[in-house]
C-alpha cells in the first residue's frame, strides 16, 4: 500500500477540564499544524472522528472543528465508529489524500465525557442490543472486560496478580507523559486495594472516561518532499476491518455470538485479524515490531493484546510481561504512553492519541519514555459493533 | 417458575425473547440454509454465503456450560432499573453445545462469583428484574446445576 506521511501531531492533554469538545479539538489541531509547519489555510480536508455525546456540533466533527479554525472553504467528512473513530477519520483521509483529491488532511477528534459508566442515550430501544445489554442483563462495558479476564484465568493460568502488573507497568510509563491524566505510579497493592468494579477487575485496571483531543496533519509522500521533509513518519498500513462470520467470543454490546453450527469459525477471529490487515499493507509483521500502543480498556486486556498482535503465542502473554518485555527498555515496549490506564478513554481522541504517541516515539522526541531505536510501531484498538483499528507506521 | 407468593401478574420486561412456561426457553432464530443460530431471532447477523437469509423462531436449549463469569459490583446505569438496595449483579457467558454459540445472562440471585467456575453446567430460568405496583417484569436467567456451595 502506498505511504502517506505524518507532518504534525498534537494533542490536548486529557483530563476533566469541563470545557466543550471543540477547545479541545482546536488546541490539538493548531499543535498539529504548528508541528508540521503546515499553515492551516493549506490544508485541503478535514477529517473529524464524530463523538456522539456533545451534541449535534459533535456529529459534525468535522465541519465544526474546520468552523472554529476558520472555514477556509476545506472539504470535509466526519467518521463514526464508536472507540476506533480516529482510525476510520485517518483512513478517510489517507483516501482523499492518494486519490490526489488533496496534498494535506487535518485528522482530529476531541471528546467531553461525563462522569462514571459510559451507557446508551435515553429512550426504550428494545431493538437495539446496546440497550438491551443494560436494561435486561446490566451488562456494563466493565462487565465485558471481567469477562475476557476471567477466561483468560480459566484457559491460561492468568492471575489476579498478572492484571495488576499489567496497571503497574503502564503508570510506570505514564508518569512521563505529559498529556496523562493520572501521571502516577500505581502499584500492585494499590491495585489489590482498589474496589472491586467487575471480579476479577478492579477499579484502577478499568479504564476510566476522559477529556482530551488528539490531532493528525497527514500528507503525501510527494508533499512532504517539497516541504524538504525527507525521512518523516509514514504511515503504512491501516485497518478498519469487520469480523467475519462466525464470530464466536462475545463482546460488547451484544447478548450472544454468532453460532459456528453452521459455518466453522475462520481461520482468525475478530482481534486477531485487526492488526493482520495493517501488517499485510506495510508489508511487515510482529517480528518488525519496535514498539506498541494498544487498547488497555481493561489491563487484561492488554494481555489479550499482546497475542492478537502476535508479540507472543497464544497462553504466554502472562510470561512476555512478567519477563518485562513490554516495559520500556525492554524488548518490545507496549503502552509507552502510559495507555488508557494513564489517559483514561476520549473516545474519538482516543485511537488518534495512539498514532501520536508512536510519531513521537520514531522521532526520538519522547523524552523519558522513549523507545530506544524505533522504527516500526503498531497501534490496535477496538470500536463498539465491529469496528477493527490499527495503524502502522514506520520511519 | 419460582413461586413468590406475589399476586403481581407476571410479564417480560422485553417481550419476545423468552417463553413463560415453567421450563422456559430463549427464542432465538435458526438460519435455515446456513444451519447457524442467532439470539435474540431479530437482531442476529446473517451468514454471508446466505445474506439476506430470513432467520425461523427456534426455541433454544435450556442447558449450557459457563464460558465465563463476573459480576457488577457497582449498580449498571440506566436503562438498568435500580431496585434499592442494589445486590451485586452476577453475570454468565454460557455456551450452548447443540447451537454452538455463547449467550449472557444474570446468573439467578443467590450466586456470587466464588460459586461459579468456567465449565459449570447452568439451566435457564426465569427471575424478577424489577417490578411496579400491578407487575413483576421477568428476564431470563441462569441457574447453576449440581454446584456444591
Known sequence: ???????????????????????????????????????????????????????????????????????????????????????????????????GACDVALVVGADTTPKGFLAPTGGDRPDDTDWLR????????????????????????????????????????GVHNPNARYPKEYGVDDVASSPVVSDPLRLLEICATSDGGAALVVCSMDYARSLGVTDPVRVSGISTVTPTYPDTVIDLPYLATDSWAGSPPPDRGFKESIAARAYAEADLGPEDVDVAEVYDLSSALELDWYEQLGLCPVGEAEALLRSGDTEIGGRIPVNPSGGLGAFGEAVPAQAIAQVCELAWQLRGQAGHRQVEGARVGVTANQGLFGHGSSVVVRR | MAVTGSTKQRVPAVEGLFTLDDEPHLIGGRLPASGGYCFPLHLGGADPRHPGEAAEEVLLSRRGRIWSFTNSAYPPPPPFVLTEPYQPVVVAAVELEVEKMVILGQVTPGWTVDDLRVGDQVELALGVLYEDDDHEYLTWQWRPLDVER
Request: aromatic share 12%; with cysteine.
Open chain 1, 1 to 99: 500500500m502506498e505511504e502517506i506521511a505524518v507532518l504534525g501531531v498534537g494533542m490536548h492533554p486529557w483530563g476533566k477540564w469541563g470545557r466543550n469538545f471543540v477547545d479541545y479539538g482546536v488546541h490539538a489541531a493548531q499543535q498539529a499544524l504548528d508541528d508540521a509547519e503546515v499553515a492551516w489555510g493549506d490544508v485541503g480536508f478535514v477529517s473529524g472522528a464524530v463523538t456522539v455525546r456533545c451534541g449535534y456540533p459533535g456529529y459534525v466533527a468535522g465541519s465544526t472543528f474546520a468552523r472554529a479554525l476558520g472555514f477556509t472553504g476545506a472539504q470535509v467528512a466526519s467518521s463514526y465508529s464508536a472507540c476506533a473513530s480516529g482510525v476510520t477519520a485517518l483512513s478517510v483521509a489517507r483516501g482523499q489524500i492518494l486519490s
Open chain 1, 134 to 173: 443494560f436494561h435486561l442483563v446490566g451488562a456494563t462495558n466493565p462487565v465485558y472486560f471481567a469477562l475476557h479476564a476471567r477466561r483468560r484465568m480459566a484457559l491460561y493460568g492468568a492471575t489476579r496478580e498478572d492484571f495488576a502488573l499489567v496497571k503497574a507497568k503502564n503508570s510506570r510509563h
